[in-house]
């Protein structure tokens, strides 16, 4: 909403300081997003045409001599307005600055045009900033209204009442009642401890005398209220009506009401109104619509102007649309409406969508005289469907779907009919028609005094609450300690006890509410859980060198299906684009797409991980099972202490480098390593000879693989072969919990006896085949195997390796002797060649 | 014949003890002092070749003998001692006072990872309202129409979802059984208010959409909610709490701001701004928002069951994005989700 502050000064007769008043309505929730100031361009006088003439060569430029005050000069000018001698026009004298739209000034100087030398520039309203869309220059004597023209020589600032500063207001859906200047005033009046009341309306110039048979006998009847004095003139109203109102659906039109001003002229506004017009962000149209737009931005209630002589049947029937039923809108546009849609139509079809736009046939044109001025309420859901589902989001849908006032219907149509009689010389009808089927009656609400302090913690007094109320419009009652307050119509927000609350510590002032800290009292029912774990997972895993990235939780169907990821999904039903379409089932092709990425733009590796949700439908219209997963994905040169952290040694990740992670993860989180171990459910994605189960404890908690060559082209990792694990995070979390903290180890106190052993074993025997052999061979003696070697190549025959093993001989109870551990040893050597054929090298 | 072993015995004891100490002597490394030992102790060594001799000597001078050459023994012994200690304590002096290391070469490191700065932000959002007594709680990413509104107090039909353009995904049923992908995170006020009595203090923090996608729009971003339950709270707490929260998390040299402002769910409702303080010479730096908050509505709490007579509470809402981009001076939130290695690794 752009607020003028020349408009809101006149409302509440205050001086208002810009930046406190900015300060002032963005604390009382209309929050200023934007100044923007106006101002009269200096060196821009009041110029009399002394001489205009065609020049030679170009047809379309005069030679013009004007009178600035003090002198007469010669400038070009290419208008096709320019006046006759005489005339006055606006005059940019050498050295003045013009603003332009898009930034930046144009500098008026001496010029050459044409082979003639021009000292300034006649301008047009646009190059003035002073108005929009002028088809020429701006000249004095084609302005209505203006009484006296400025001496030639007299300011721009000094000429024409020119110069104001917009607020541009954020304003919440809640405050309909501030899409007009008056509801603006009005809160800032409250929040200075001002009285307000809306200007009264002037009485029109002329007032048509008696019953001209346009407004019918009946309820619906109504005298419009204006002050001041009339003259009593005579229209000639035969064949304009007499004019009916019929409501067919009272619920989504609960009233309708009409005024009428017979005898106008269209033309164009004067200055001061297509200048409001204009710094509040409107195109002046004609005098009679640009009454209609004004009315609008001061009351925030739109209306709409009918050329009452096309309104067939001269009558107005308010109904919804028959499923399919067409209009053209004044935007030339044709209209497809269901029955859900609300229409103004005249006797025979629709004129207008109801608060969204009128129709083409019946708007006011430049042969229009006489009017039918229409301001009604209506539902605003009902507004709101129709407007979202057309596409049409115009001024006034705006404001009847957020709720405009229903009951001041007669101001407004009074202050309408006045002001379009004063521009148009029409003569307005004292007497208008107000089809009010369903009252919308102002709220009544309960405020007792001590919920006050139970909800803002602290005191605020009785008085000062009334009077807050009372100057935002509401009746006030008081009853001991109870406050019966009644809601101006204004205020549809205002419906429960706290909504008054808000509104007396709004107008009393937010920085009142002191700071206060509470004793927050532990619940009962809390658990760190799921969080806290999830905080875990991310810290390990980035401790380890992975840098976490977070992908969108939507994809392309097309990603999943390269990533070979679980087919049903969830999918958006009204997407922004074909990219984010569906819930990611894998977290598989953004980490891949990611890596993929940096290793075009010349990253020698990737590690990456995730910790996102993978959503699964469920049957039945269940939420879809949302998840939890932990994703690591590598590719590229490794980095690390193997690798290529110091100078030297570069690698290529493999398959033991993600499984790695995944131990040290799970090692760190869980206080015991994680199993790797061949799987029958291969996913898809997976490499068929580079992929295994994770497990702990014997609960399968994850998958590791190399990422299937197929897949990682698919996904863009060219010759790069992916790394790739998954965890699913609540089974590992439940896993761990399960198994409960790790116990103190039992330090023994004899020392071990350390021994090697080389094999040579043929490929087909896993290492942790043979290390389980050396185990079981070596007897209860063995504390540990480990692995420190393994080689195969030059001096090993093809198709089998070398596997260098560490064997712990320990008895807890005494010192071990060689001649015991050589026999524990020599049966270890035993069982690895009688289980894998391996012989000691 | 043994008189002339003894002979020989003699001399190749004075020999020895005349060359074993220059020998000695001259050795300037340790290596260099092992083999000058060796020359004479050493199983090749002359007093160990010399011994050998012993057998011919006769037998009456053995004794003086063996007493000579043990003498001689522990003397090359003690040398030595002496010669490799002066040694180590030269070579430590040359260490100690010799050239520098190049400390240029790179140190072998571990390359840890990073968080992604999102993260890092929530976390760092999560331990503050940890250590004031707010737990942590996460919640589904889609929900119900009926959650992530009408029971949140969205009237039907109105503008104020208007900020809220929704995505719906397939699978949910009509109206408030709709499956949307929740467009805040103050869903989990009704899941966590639902299935538990107060007090309750929880913070939850993930991932919210919207359908908006520009310059400034992710469709995808990360909200923190919170909100705290009890009898007796009022919208003072909620000052005084987010207060001491700011004060956290930007230092106590700042200015907080409270202003008046529109959510369905709360009343009254708030917005909180912030801004530098203005210290000696240099002005306040210019307002910026951080969250909305208020107190919750008394019809969010009739609809989980709470009675609004008995107990209040007060909630707000923060954008983890926005605080993370001001924090490291993030241009443009598009870039936190773009994944590029060399952003995330510079967090």
């Not at chain 1, 074993?761 to 195997?785: F, I, K, M, R």
Request: glycine fraction near 10%.
């Amino acid at each position: 909403m752009r607020a003028s502050i020349q408009w809101l000064r006149e409302l509440t007769g205050l001086e208002l300081n810009i930046d406190e008043l900015a300060e002032k309505l963005t604390n009382i929730g209309l929050e200023v997003d934007v100044i923007e100031r106006f101002e009269a361009v200096d060196k821009v006088v009041v110029g009399q045409v002394r001489s205009k003439e065609k020049h030679p060569d170009k047809d379309r430029l005069s030679i013009v001599t004007v009178f600035d005050g003090t002198e007469e000069i010669v400038v070009i000018c290419g208008a096709p307005n320019v006046p006759e001698p005489g005339g006055h026009i606006l005059f940019a004298q050498v050295g003045a600055s013009l603003p332009l739209e898009e930034g930046g000034t144009m500098d008026i100087g001496e010029r050459k045009i044409a082979g003639v030398v021009s000292r300034g520039m006649i301008c047009s309203e646009t190059e003035l900033r002073i108005g929009t869309g002028s088809a020429g220059i701006f000249v004095f004597e084609d302005e209505p209204g203006l009484t006296e023209i400025p001496k030639p020589g007299t300011p721009l600032a000094e000429a024409l009442p020119v110069g104001d500063v917009v607020f541009e207001i954020g304003l919440t859906p809640n405050r309909p009642d501030c899409l007009g200047h008056i509801g603006i005033a009005r809160d800032i009046a409250a929040v200075m401890g001002h009285p307000f009341a809306p200007p009264a309306v002037k009485a029109p110039a002329k007032v048509a005398a008696g019953v001209t048979g346009v407004v019918p006998d009946g309820d619906m009847r109504v005298a419009l209220e204006w002050e001041g004095e009339s003259t009593a003139t005579e229209v000639d109203a035969s064949g304009l009506g007499p004019f009916a109102v019929e409501i067919d659906d009272a619920e989504r039109c609960p009233r309708y009401g009409a005024a009428f001003v017979l005898g106008g002229q269209v033309g164009k506004s004067p200055f001061w109104l297509r200048y409001r017009l204009h710094v509040l962000g409107l195109r002046s149209r004609s005098n009679l619509v640009d009454a209609t737009n004004l009315v609008m931005l001061e009351t925030g209630h739109p209306l709409h102007g009918f050329d009452l002589e096309t309104l067939r049947g001269r009558k107005i029937v308010v109904r919804t649309a028959t499923e399919g039923e067409q209009m053209t809108t004044l935007d030339d546009e044709e209209r497809t409406l269901g029955a859900d849609d609300l229409l103004i139509c005249d006797g025979e079809g629709p004129v207008a969508i109801a608060g969204v736009m009128g129709g083409e046939d019946s708007e006011i044109g430049d042969s229009t005289t006489h009017v039918a001025i229409e301001c009604a309420y209506f539902d605003p859901r009902s507004i709101r469907r129709t407007s979202r589902r057309l596409g049409m989001h115009t001024d006034a849908s705006h404001r009847f779907e957020r709720g405009v006032d229903p009951n001041d219907v007669r101001y407004v149509l009074a202050r309408t009919a006045s002001l379009m009689a004063e521009l148009g010389g029409g003569v307005a009808l004292a007497e208008g028609l107000d089809a009010h089927p369903t009252p919308i009656e102002r709220r009544k609400i309960t405020l007792r005094v001590p919920r006050l302090d139970a909800l803002l913690g602290f005191t605020v007094q009785r008085a000062t609450a009334q009077a807050c109320l009372e100057r935002l419009g509401c009746d006030v009652k008081v009853d001991g300690d109870v406050l019966e307050v009644t809601a101006p119509s204004w205020r549809p927000d205002l419906a429960i006890e706290e909504d008054l609350i808000e509104e007396v510590v709004r107008v009393h002032g937010y920085e009142h509410v002191p700071a206060l800290v509470p004793a927050i009292r532990p619940s009962r029912s809390g658990s760190p859980g799921p969080a806290r774990f999830e905080r875990q997972v991310k810290e390990q895993v980035a401790a380890l060198g992975l840098y976490e990235a977070i992908n969108h939780a939507f994809v392309a169907p097309g990603d999943l299906a390269k990533a070979r990821a679980p087919e049903a999904v969830v999918k958006v039903v009204n997407p922004l684009s074909e990219e984010r379409s569906v819930m990611r089932t894998s977290l598989l092709p953004g980490l891949a797409t990611a890596a993929g990425h940096a290793l075009r733009r010349q990253a020698p590796g990737a590690g990456l991980f995730e910790v996102g949700r993978t959503i699964h439908p469920r049957d039945g219209g269940e939420l879809p099972e949302e998840r939890d997963t932990l994703a690591i994905f590598l590719a590229g040169a490794a980095h690390g202490p193997d690798g290529n952290a110091w100078i030297g040694g570069e690698r290529a990740y493999d398959f033991y480098d993600v499984k790695g992670f995944v131990e040290a993860t799970v090692d760190a989180l869980a206080g015991q390593l994680p199993a790797v171990v061949p799987t029958d459910d291969v996913p898809a994605w997976a490499h068929p000879r580079r992929v295994g189960a994770i497990e702990l404890g014997g609960t399968k908690v994850g998958v590791v693989a190399e990422l299937h060559p197929e897949v990682g082209e698919a996904l863009g990792l060219e010759e790069h072969r992916g790394q790739y694990a998954e965890l699913d995070l609540a089974t590992l979390r439940e896993t761990i919990e399960a198994a409960g903290v790790s116990r103190a180890p039992h330090l023994p106190k004899v020392p071990a006896v350390i021994r090697d052993m080389a094999l040579l074993v043929d490929t087909e025997h896993t290492a942790g085949s043979v290390a389980e052999a050396l185990a079981d061979g070596g007897g209860e003696l063995v504390e540990s195997v480990t692995l420190f070697d393994r080689y195969e190549g030059k001096g090993v025959p093809e198709g089998k390796r070398s596997l260098a093993f560490r064997l712990v001989y320990r008895d807890p109870s005494a010192t071990l002797t060689d001649k015991v551990v050589d026999k524990a040893h020599q049966k270890a050597a035993n069982a690895a060649k009688a289980r894998c054929g391996a012989e000691l090298r | 014949m043994s008189d002339e072993a003894l002979e020989k015995f003699r001399a190749g004891l004075a020999t020895i003890e005349g060359e074993y100490q220059p020998a000695l002597e001259a050795a300037t490394n340790e290596n260099a002092l092992r083999e000058a030992r060796a020359k004479f102790t050493g199983p090749q060594g002359a007093l160990t070749e010399l011994m050998k001799g012993m057998k011919d000597v006769p037998g009456k001078h053995r004794r003086e003998l063996g007493q000579a050459s043990n003498a001689l023994k522990n003397a090359v012994q003690a040398l030595f001692d002496a010669r490799l200690e002066a040694i180590e304590k030269e070579a430590l002096r040359a260490e100690l006072e010799g050239p520098m290391l190049d400390l240029t070469l790179p140190g072998r490191r571990p390359m840890p990872g990073r968080l992604h700065p999102v993260t890092r932000a929530e976390y760092d959002l999560l331990d503050i309202f940890g250590s004031m007594g707010f737990e942590t709680a996460r919640g589904p990413e889609i929900d119900t129409f009926g959650r992530c509104f009408s029971q949140l107090g969205f009237p039907p039909d109105h503008p104020a979802t208007d900020e809220h353009d929704t995505f719906y995904v397939s699978g949910g049923g009509e109206g408030d059984e709709a499956h949307v992908l929740r467009t805040h995170t103050s869903t989990m006020q009704i899941r966590e208010m639902s299935r538990r009595e107060p007090p309750l203090a929880v913070v939850s923090p993930g991932k919210v959409f919207r359908r908006d996608d520009d310059a400034t729009h992710s469709p995808m971003f990360h909200q923190l909610e919170g909100f705290l339950v009890d009898e007796g709270i009022t919208m003072a707490h909620l000052q005084g709490m987010l207060t001491v929260f700011l004060e956290r998390f930007f230092g106590t040299a700042i200015d907080v701001r409270f202003r008046a402002s529109y959510f369905p769910f709360v009343e009254p409702g708030a917005e909180l701004d912030v801004r530098r303080a203005a210290q000696g010479d240099e002005p306040a730096g210019p307002w910026m928002e951080i969250l909305g908050c208020g107190m919750i509505h008394p019809t969010v709490l009739r609809n989980v069951g709470y009675d609004p007579e008995k107990v209040s509470g007060f909630a707000f809402g923060m954008g983890v994005d926005r605080i993370a981009m001001v924090r490291h001076a993030i241009p443009n939130i598009k870039a936190l989700y773009d994944n590029d290695v060399r952003f995330l690794s510079a967090f």
